[in-house]
Nanobody
Framework: VQLQASGGGLVQAGGSLRLSCEAS????????MGWFRQAPGKVREFVAA????????YYSDSVKGRFTISRDNARNTVYLQMNSLKPEDTAVYFC???????????????????WGRGTLVTVSS
């Protein structure tokens, strides 16, 4: 299984970006997908996830209302639409795959078995 994230870049505060993560190998539709991020000097933190089981969406409080996760099973791709970006959103963003589907599991990085390499998002003030 390989996950390839793309779409990062430099954007001004208030702007938008859409990240994509394409999966190859495995059966995409039977796995939940999540996004995490890691800022310099900080631990990796949960951003958003979409459960495979009931399509529930979960978000961290810091991005709720600004970010939207979606998936296209036909394209084996998960997206993260990021609007109203803030300088504190600056981080490397990682997509990951999980066989779990509950909120408590999907917010924990240890519940994910495959990770993409990450894509850098930089938000200037």
């Amino acid at each position: 299984v390989q996950l390839q994230a793309s779409g990062g870049g430099l954007v001004q505060a208030g702007g938008s970006l859409r990240l994509s993560c394409e999966a190859s190998g495995g059966t995409f539709r039977v796995y939940s997908m999540g996004w995490f991020r890691q800022a310099p000097g900080k631990v990796r933190e949960f951003v958003a996830a979409k459960s495979y089981r009931d399509r529930s969406e979960y978000y961290s409080d810091s991005v709720k209302g600004r970010f939207t996760i979606s998936r296209d099973n036909a394209r084996n791709t998960v997206y993260l639409q990021m609007n109203s970006l803030k300088p504190e959103d600056t981080a490397v963003y990682f997509c990951a795959r999980s066989g779990y589907y509950t909120y408590s599991d999907l917010t924990s990085p240890v519940k994910y078995d495959y990770w993409g390499r990450g894509t850098l998002v930089t938000v200037s003030s």
